[in-house]
């Protein structure tokens, strides 16, 4: 018994040696990848106006009859993601009043500035009814298919007078990097540790998010504004497109 207690103790650490030795292996020799949006010199401020970081995600000022202005950094955003994440951020509003939230967050060398989208939405009391894997045709440089995930959301507010009234929400999301798109995260975790393992290099994803509201039964419309919207802006931000990049699939996924 002594002597096989004391192999399975050397072969334990052993293998705690070598797990050792191969990260350090792959942390000296990594590299962070190219994004594949455009990073700017322009700041952006936290809600007391403050100047929160000098960089920020270009995102395009004017959109399909949409003018835009810029939402603040919020408090949470830069007290629990790592500090080398870059943020764009806007709001979008069209002249009968709809209006549309556009969120990015890239990750820098720590790679926990991204996490599962679902963790935000429920933390800020939505529901989430519906979840679908689905493409958003874009036209520009080449027509391909942006995988994305569209989600449809649910909560109630509460009125100036007391009342409790529900309130929709539509949410769209996808991921990019320096070469690769996906709209699914643990796609995105094998991609990321892959190319890590086999080339070194620690990709620099993007979480690209889209969200508005709208009123219980015009949730179908919403999401089709909200496309058309998305098949504008993209061309005009992001680098990487279907026709030279590897894209997951959504093959077979139901699509609206």
């Not at 100047?51 to 950094?73: I, K, M, Q």
């Amino acid at each position: 018994m002594e002597k096989r207690s004391w192999i399975m103790l050397m072969t334990v650490t052993v293998a705690i040696g070598a797990t050792a030795y191969l990260l350090q292996d792959l942390q000296s020799r990594q590299r962070l990848g190219e994004p594949g949006l455009k990073v700017v010199p322009v700041a952006l401020k936290d809600p007391a106006g403050k100047e929160a970081s000098t960089n920020s995600v270009f995102t395009p000022d004017f959109v399909a009859g949409f003018t835009s202005e810029p939402e603040p950094l919020q408090r949470i955003l830069l007290d629990t993601l790592p500090k080398d994440t870059v943020y764009g951020l806007k709001r979008y509003k069209a002249a009968d009043g709809f209006w549309i939230s556009s969120t990015v967050v890239l990750m820098g060398a720590d790679r926990s500035s991204i996490h599962k989208p679902q963790f935000c939405l429920t933390g800020q009391g939505w529901n989430i009814d519906r979840t679908v894997a689905t493409t958003i045709p874009i036209p520009k440089p080449a027509p391909y298919d942006l995988p994305i995930m569209h989600l449809e959301l649910s909560k109630e507010i509460l009125t100036e007078d007391g009342r409790k009234m529900p309130v929709k929400g539509v949410y769209v999301y996808w991921f990019v990097s320096g070469s690769q798109l996906t709209a699914d995260h643990l796609e995105r975790q094998w991609w990321m540790a892959r190319d890590l393992l086999t080339t070194g290099v620690l990709q620099r994803w993007a979480y690209v998010t889209y969200f508005t509201a709208c009123h219980p039964g015009q949730e179908e419309a919403t999401f089709d504004r909200l496309k058309k919207f998305i098949a504008e802006a993209v061309p005009m931000f992001q680098q990487v497109h279907g026709n030279s990049t590897t894209v997951a699939s959504a093959a077979g996924l139901p699509s609206n």
